[in-house]
Nanobody, 116 residues
Framework: EVQLVESGGGLVQPGGSLRLSCAASGFSFSTYSMAWVHQPPGKGREWVSGIDKDGGNQRYRESVKGRFTISRDAASNTVYLHMDSLKPEDTATYYC?????????WGQGAQVTVSS
């Protein structure tokens, strides 16, 4: 059974940092690319960042370039999203996503709130 479990969300002041983690299990982690998707309040889900299966290529939505860094660790089957210089507009529920054989799998989400 595919499982994705996010952790590391919370409340942070503008300009602060957070690191989200997503622990993956139930599939061959090193075979698939991974992504982070967020859902701001009152909006639909939006792709934030992606990383290919060996971590050699990372992609970001324009609004987070230079502030967010995606990475993955094959030894622990974990994908990370390090978020710096957080802004109030980054407030959202953040989901880890795996696409396996044309099906998307999601974690339960981690709430990130950026507010003073």
């Amino acid at each position: 059974e595919v499982q994705l479990v996010e952790s590391g969300g919370g409340l942070v002041q503008p300009g602060g940092s957070l690191r989200l983690s997503c622990a993956a299990s139930g599939f061959s982690f090193s075979t698939y690319s991974m992504a982070w998707v967020h859902q701001p309040p009152g909006k639909g889900r939006e792709w934030v960042s992606g990383i290919d299966k060996d971590g050699g290529n990372q992609r970001y939505r324009e609004s987070v370039k230079g502030r967010f860094t995606i990475s993955r660790d094959a030894a622990s089957n974990t994908v990370y999203l390090h978020m710096d210089s957080l802004k109030p507009e980054d407030t959202a529920t953040y989901y880890c996503r795996a696409r396996i054989l044309s099906r998307s799998y999601w974690g339960q989400g981690a709430q990130v709130t950026v507010s003073s």
